[in-house]
């Protein structure tokens, strides 16, 4: 047994900012029905951790985040303020239904974990849940990825750190690569496309800088952090969030141009890579886009064909 909002997740923040009233204990009840050795009773959540599918799975996850509803929430996009509790079995039996769930769900080999801004949890803990919790992704048939914050902890030998701070270099990311361990790329100020083009981005955010076109073209993934060459890279991501997007349109207006822009320089040889030869090929792509219905931003780097 664990009270939600005070054991097995210390959080307090609404699922949204929609003005949406938290969910009463009879509603509780409706979503936990069904799922065996469930029920609400005073306030605590009484279960044993066995989910047959991802429907129950998704109930508990809906559940748990009605039940920490409180006023003196958080703004959906901070961070760090949360944690689970890492000296409590049902954290694990949790944790491991729930990737064993993903597991079975996605055909890839890969399973991210996550795993960074963990700032409301001790580094201890931290430790603890890591070393516990990446061979779980194994034992499930699946390749274990986290925010390159795991490589901190004994990483079991095909996890995967996948890089995403501005600084310019990495001591553990250095040191897995030396181990052996792949890593994905992925610096913030280069590849993050939720970052704002310019000051005058409609959409976006701006903590790791501004990132316009030339510069999400202008890097070398084999260089970014010491210590981490051509030979330890698995790839490059180019992670979307969404905390400012809307729409499918705003999507692809934070998409494009910049995803052609990091595929070029993840896929193919650094020698081959030309801003001006770039230029030239991207601008061709401008009324194929306009004619799909894309909704690109017109980056000024690129001299776009006229109507």
Known sequence: ???????????????????????????????????????????????????????????????????????????????????????????????????????????????????????????????????????????????????????????PATAIPQYWRTEPDSDIVARAAAAGHQVIMSPADRSYLDM?????????????GLVPLETAYGWDPAERVPGVGEESLLGVEAPLWSETLRSMADVQYMTFPRMPAIAEIGWSPRATHDWQSFRRRLAAFGPRWTAQGISFHPAPEIDWPRP
């Open 1 to 155: 047994m664990s009270e939600i909002s005070e054991g097995l997740a210390r959080k307090k923040c609404k699922p949204c900012e929609a003005g949406v009233a938290p969910m009463t204990p009879t509603q509780i009840g409706h979503m936990l029905k069904g799922l065996s050795g469930w029920e609400y009773k005073n306030g605590m959540v009484q279960k044993t951790f066995k989910f047959k599918n991802y429907y129950e799975t998704m109930a508990f996850v809906n559940a748990s985040a009605w039940i920490s509803h409180r006023e003196d929430h958080h703004p959906d996009i901070a961070v760090g303020y949360s944690s689970l509790c890492a000296d409590r079995e049902q954290t694990y039996a949790f944790v491991e239904d729930v990737i064993r769930v993903v597991a079975a769900l996605t055909p890839g080999p890969y399973l991210h974990v996550g795993g960074d801004e963990a700032f409301a949890t001790p580094p201890g803990d931290y430790r603890d849940f890591m070393t516990r919790v990446l061979p779980l992704v194994g034992k499930y048939g699946k390749r274990a990825i986290g925010w390159h914050e795991i490589a901190a902890v004994d990483l």
């Open 196 to 208: 704002k083009y310019d000051e005058a981005s409609p959409l976006g955010l701006d903590w790791a």
